[in-house]
Structures are given as C-alpha cells and as structure tokens.
C-alpha cells in the first residue's frame, strides 16, 4: 500500500525517502528532499529548494520553504534545512534564506514548533526549541538551544535568542537575550533566570548556584556591561554554564535585553 495519498501533488524532481508519508491534497515541489519516517500530513506546502530529514511530522495547514516577503529578495537560489525530530503543527509559515545573509533558513533537532508560529528568513532554530503558538520571528533571528518561546512572543530581526532561556507570553524582543535569562513583557524585560528549566534538566545545584550570582552581577549591581563581563571573568572559568551566559553578553551585537 502506497504511503503517499493519490491525491498529493509531488513534484517528479522531489526526492522523498520511501517510508514518507504525504496526506491528501498536500503540494511537494521540486527541489525537495525528505528523509525517512518523516509523515507531512494533508494541505502542507512544502517548496524548494528545501532539505529535511528523518522522522519529523509536519501538520495540515503549514508552509514550509516558501519565498521570503522580504523587499531584497528578487528570486535567487536560496534554501532551508530542517534536521530530525521536529514536530511543526497547524498553520506553521517557514521562509527560506536570503543572499544578503547566509542564503539559507535551518532548524536544528527535537524542536517542537507549535501552530501558527511563523520563523522568518535567515533564521537558525538551534535543538530542543519550542516556539509556542503565534510566535513570529523576523528575519535573521538566532535561538539557542532549549529556549522556550511562549505564545504570541515576537522576536525583532537580527536578534539573538540565548541557550536555555523563556519568555513569557505576549513578549516583544527588541533586543539579545542572554542564555538562560527569562523576559517578559512589551518591550521585552529580564525578570530572572530559567531556573525551572534548569531543574528538569538536571543541571548542578553548584552550576545554579553560580548562575544566579552571574544574574546578579549583570542585573541588579548596576554595573556596566564591560564591567559585568570583566567581573564574570572568574567565575565562567570555573563553570561552563556561566561561561555560555557571559559569552553570550559578550557576544551582542544588538545589545542585551536588561
């Protein structure tokens, strides 16, 4: 029994891995490639150049690699990279790249794109990330991994979401935000550090320890970044963890949500 709906369109360039599953009335273009076990299920558009991999399952509703709205955009090759494990529900919009940055959308592993969300052009969706319902990158976006994006956060072009960090529902990203920092609100304000998140997975009571202290150090001593950085120095050397929350500061190019 054939495990593509005879009322699919798939391209004949469309490269897709036997054990795919398509739903009726779902649209695979040329210059796409789905790797085993992953099910797309009905009504999905999927266009490429686009590359997915094993066993991810896209939901009825979404489009995945279609051009970007951006004005620059004018037609040239560009791509988007999904890898295993994802899980993109209802009504997900993902645009491929464009040449004035990398050329090229990617999506890490184990993300679980929630519906409606939409993830702009250029962007970099790292692993274990969830975008919640309505979340809506711009382009160009960064989000590390585990990062915990709530329902309706917007995130503004060419920020950079920190590793391990949250924000809470309805933020508006204008600015980085470091690893593990948890912000709220519009515009968007650290609040404190994702400490839940840290619990579930297992880090160190030590490694939390120093996190908060790293937060204070940063938040509430009114310290300049510079200064903040330099006397973080210390501490990052002696524990990964804050040496992933410092190198993010460090590594700002928009400036840190604070």
């Known amino acids: 029994m054939s495990l593509i709906d005879p009322r699919a369109i798939i391209d004949p360039a469309a490269r897709l891995a036997d054990d795919v599953q398509v739903g009726p009335w779902s649209i695979i273009g040329a210059d796409v490639e789905i790797g085993e076990g992953t099910v797309v299920a009905s009504h999905v558009v999927i266009k490429g150049p686009t590359r997915i991999g094993r066993h991810n399952r896209i939901y009825q509703f979404s489009s995945v690699g279609e051009d970007t709205p951006d004005l620059k955009y004018k037609g040239e090759p560009t791509r988007l990279v999904i890898g295993d494990h994802n899980v993109i529900r209802e009504g997900v919009t993902i645009h491929r790249g464009t040449v004035q940055d990398r050329s090229e959308t990617t999506i890490g592993n184990h993300n679980l794109i929630m519906a409606y969300a939409h993830i702009g052009h250029d962007s970099v969706i790292a692993n274990h990330c969830i975008l919640v319902n309505n979340t809506a990158l711009?382009?160009?976006?960064?989000?590390?991994?585990?990062?915990?994006?709530?329902?309706?956060?917007?995130?503004?072009?060419?920020?950079?979401?920190?590793?391990?960090?949250?924000?809470?529902?309805?933020t508006a990203i204008g600015?980085?935000?470091?690893?593990?920092?948890?912000v709220f609100?519009?515009?968007?304000?650290?609040?404190?550090?994702?400490?839940?998140?840290?619990?579930?997975?297992?880090?160190?009571?030590?490694?939390?320890?120093?996190?908060?202290?790293?937060?204070?150090?940063?938040?509430?001593?009114?310290?300049?970044?510079?200064?903040?950085?330099?006397?973080?120095?210390?501490s990052a050397a002696a524990f990964p963890e804050v040496a992933i929350f410092r190198d993010s500061i460090q590594a700002s190019t928009r400036g840190i949500t604070r």
């Open 185 to 234: 609100g519009n515009p968007a304000e650290a609040r404190s550090m994702n400490f839940e998140g840290m619990r579930r997975r297992g880090f160190s009571a030590e490694a939390v320890h120093a996190l908060r202290n790293a937060y204070k150090i940063v938040y509430r001593k009114g310290l300049t970044v510079e200064a903040a950085l330099s006397e973080l120095a210390e």
């Open 175 to 182: 600015k980085d935000v470091p690893a593990f920092v948890t």
């Open 138 to 170: 711009a382009g160009h976006v960064h989000v590390g991994d585990w990062a915990i994006l709530s329902g309706y956060t917007l995130v503004h072009q060419f920020c950079h979401i920190g590793a391990h960090s949250f924000s809470g529902m309805g």
